[in-house]
């Protein structure tokens, strides 16, 4: 059996020797009772918590984390309402290892160490954790507050094992002027404390009042209180804590409704206007039907009436003429009764043959089903965030799918007497409800044949890289942070190298960077790691001249096709920046352009051109022959749109369509390799899944995915080759402000994007902004 005070003189004979100046005493003749005391705490603060607090190696696996009051329900974790005071435990015993270490290290005394095996001075089994001042005794948790303790019962001052004193002295917080408290009913002095009474009771009340209740010596059990008013106090402080947060977190949800309430309202409003346009249409077109026929049909009853008027006068007139000859004598009797004969029955054969048919105007009621229907199209519903996605898809679905079988109802209807005009029966009704999926289909509702046409071998269809003799497909970004590129280059300048408000971007087969330098008026060429290489261009209207150079592209035999904007032509130069030819002029007619932006190259060698101020595209063959156009102007019959089409970036598909992004109203559109008609038109103005804000330039890679700019966004948005949304890019980045915007992209040989940015005319002018790098590979 160990004890404490054993203990203490056993380590009193391996503390090292200190001298005081002050007194000059011998250090083999007194004792330093400071280093006692802190030489105990270090040893004390070695030993491992007890049992109940902190669990063995046995246990761990089956122990559970203490259930957190104030924790939310959506919480996946809980938090130990006691773990400040864990903490505050851990930390002040590994302060004072670290220190019982350092005194160990410089003491240099053999064999003196401060893991020491200590047990419980009743048990002789488990660690100890509390002290008895009176006795100098160790004792464990269970064996201090046990009833038949001679500590609890003579009310000894049991001290924690980690609040040391000097040995033989008493705490300045102890004193033996207790006051004692008797019992009300026998009158011996309290030494117990029943929990289910709540009332402090004597030895006599043990063994009979109180003997089938739960008690405890007062002392554990004041200890033991004073435990549970320390956790409720924690309790209240991070009570205190999650209602703050939760507080917070409900006037941001509430800023945050507010918002999704503004913008449903525009929504159901946008929505109900698409409703209420075709319904508008509809009527438009009935009064004026009901008008036309109208003024039909009094032109025909007047032109009818003036008729029977001159009939009536010319009856009038040979009535009269016969009435004269009624004194005639002889022959003139005779031919004034033929002459009125022949009048008589003219006059009646015109009669006859002027009998109108006395008609109705029918109004054919519509199909109130159909009314009923669309009063059911649209919902709003409260759903959580999570799950607002999936809600809103299905519930679209199912209001198209009721619409549109109540729309075949309406047409198998009584038969009118009008035809509906067929490119009003779903025009009128576009997809405003589900950004999503492909929107409805303004110009051709032929999409799913489009889409399962057998492709031509003869077509030419597009690449990523133009001439590149391996398959590319679009990769994952590289780096682990979203929106930090693997390497940067092209600062704001004018130097080799240096760029200013660039626009156009791509990459040839070697897999050479190749930017069109729009304010510069020049092209470079970066190699594939971004190290300048060359540069050709000067600004003029000459060949190899430039004025504000935007798209840019190369063929499958190296050559460079640039957008020269401001000069309304196309050039095309050699690899290496020799000028061949130039094709082009301001004006509306074939072949012309006004403000032209980008361009695109198949495998046949047709170059497409987005001419934006004619809101048209333009298909040239290889040498500049013009061959076909496709004109957007007019295409809004839903009449939602900002503006005209306004054409900005564009490539060919890997099945020969053409993509184009119409910049000013936030859609993509898919033309047909005729240029005939539109296949598809996705998108609409905002920052969500599928929706679009400003979108320039676009490339396929090799297996149909359509890469595109998402310019205000700050992302690059891949679709599949029917415009369904696969994944975003996230563009932001430190060194980029919301006035740098990606406006082309390219992929490298490998697959990885290379987006070039372009920034506001102000900021390329600020000094701030020389710092900045504009073309960056992920």
């Not at 203490?66 to 938090?79: M, T």
């Not at 918002?259 to 508008?280: D, G, L, P, S, Y």
């Not at 200013?500 to 897999?511: A, F, I, Q, T, Y």
Request: charge should be neutral.
């Amino acid at each position: 059996m160990t004890s404490f005070a054993n203990m203490t003189q056993s380590l009193a004979a391996s503390l090292p020797a200190t001298s005081s100046s002050a007194s000059g005493a011998n250090p083999a003749d007194q004792e330093d009772p400071m280093a006692m005391s802190h030489l105990l705490c270090n040893l004390f603060d070695t030993i491992n918590k007890p049992p109940n607090l902190q669990p063995t190696a046995s246990t761990t696996a089956t122990s559970t984390i203490p259930y957190d009051i104030w924790a939310l329900p959506s919480c996946s974790s809980l938090q130990n309402a006691t773990a400040p005071n864990m903490r505050e435990y851990n930390t002040v015993s590994n302060n004072n290892h670290q220190n019982h270490s350092k005194e160990d290290n410089s003491s240099g005394s053999p064999g003196t160490s401060s893991s020491v095996s200590i047990t419980c001075f009743r048990c002789e089994e488990r660690t100890p954790t509390t002290r008895c001042l009176e006795c100098n005794d160790l004792f464990c948790h269970e064996c201090c507050h046990k009833v038949t303790s001679d500590c609890q019962l003579r009310e000894h001052t049991l001290l924690p094992i980690h609040q040391i004193s000097p040995i033989g002295a008493r705490p300045n917080s102890v004193t033996n002027d207790k006051e004692v408290m008797y019992c009300e009913l026998h009158g011996d002095p309290v030494r117990y404390y029943c929990e289910a009474c709540i009332i402090f009771i004597c030895q006599e009340c043990t063994l009979w009042v109180h003997k089938d209740h739960c008690y405890s010596p007062i002392k554990g059990a004041l200890d033991m209180c004073r435990i549970g008013v320390f956790r409720a106090i924690e309790d209240t402080k991070t009570g205190t804590k999650a209602i703050k947060t939760a507080i917070d977190r409900a006037v941001a949800m509430s800023k945050a409704y507010e918002k999704e309430t503004a913008e449903a309202n525009m929504k159901i409003r946008k929505a109900m206007r698409c409703f209420a346009q075709a319904i508008e249409d509809r009527e438009k077109y009935l009064l004026d039907k009901v008008e036309k026929m109208r003024q039909a049909k009094m032109n025909e009853l007047t032109d009818h009436m003036n008729t029977l008027r001159g009939i009536l006068a010319g009856l009038a007139h040979t009535n009269e003429t016969l009435v004269r000859s009624m004194d005639s004598e002889g022959i003139d009797l005779f031919m004034a009764k033929e002459k009125g004969r022949a009048q008589v029955d003219y006059f009646s054969c015109m009669f006859k043959n002027m009998y109108v048919t006395e008609e109705r105007i029918m109004f054919i009621p519509p199909n109130y089903d159909l009314v009923d229907q669309i009063k059911r199209q649209c919902d709003v519903q409260s759903a959580p965030a999570n799950s607002l996605h999936s809600l809103s898809s299905s519930s679209s679905l199912q209001s198209r799918q009721s619409l549109l079988h109540s729309l075949q109802s309406a047409q198998t209807f009584t038969p009118l007497s009008y035809q509906m005009p067929a490119t009003n029966s779903l025009r009128s009704l576009p997809d405003y409800t589900n950004s999503h999926t492909r929107s409805t289909n303004y110009y051709d509702h032929s999409i799913s044949t489009s889409i399962a046409m057998d492709s031509n071998s003869a077509r030419g269809i597009g690449q990523a890289i133009p001439g590149y003799w391996m398959s590319v497909s679009v990769k994952p970004t590289r780096s682990p942070v979203s929106g930090v590129p693997m390497f940067s280059f092209g600062r704001e300048g004018q130097d080799e190298g240096q760029v200013s408000r660039p626009w156009g971007l791509c990459v040839d087969r070697e897999g050479n960077i190749i930017v069109a330098d729009r304010r510069n008026n020049r092209i470079q060429i970066f190699n594939s790691r971004g190290e300048f290489r060359t540069m050709f261009g000067s600004k003029g209207t000459g060949p190899g001249e430039f004025d504000l150079p935007a798209g840019i592209t190369t063929d499958t035999y190296g050559r460079i096709i640039v957008i020269d904007k401001d000069n309304h032509r196309v050039q095309i130069f050699t690899s290496s920046g020799n000028f061949i030819l130039k094709f082009g002029s301001f004006g509306k007619e074939c072949g012309q352009f006004q403000y032209p932006w980008d361009v695109a190259v198949n495998t046949l060698g047709n170059i497409v051109v987005t001419d934006t101020r004619n809101h048209r595209i333009q298909l040239f063959t290889s040498d500049g022959t013009y061959i076909t156009k496709f004109v957007f102007e007019g295409a809004n019959p839903a009449k939602m749109l900002k503006g005209p089409t306004t054409p900005r970036g564009v490539c060919f598909t890997t099945s020969g369509n053409i993509i184009v992004s119409d910049f000013e109203n936030h859609r993509l559109l898919m033309v047909d390799p005729t240029l005939s008609k539109v296949l598809h038109c996705v998108g609409r103005e905002g920052s969500g899944i599928g929706e679009l804000n400003r979108p320039s330039g676009i490339v396929t890679d090799d297996d149909g995915r359509i890469i595109v700019a998402d310019s205000k966004n700050h992302r690059v948005l891949v679709f599949t080759s029917e415009l369904r949304i696969l994944w975003a890019v996230d563009l932001k980045s430190p060194g980029l402000d919301d006035k740098d915007r990606p406006s082309d992209v390219a992929l490298t040989p490998e697959g990885f994007l290379v987006v070039l940015f372009e920034t506001l005319p102000d900021t390329a002018r600020d000094i701030t902004s020389h710092g900045k790098q504009y073309i960056k590979v992920y």
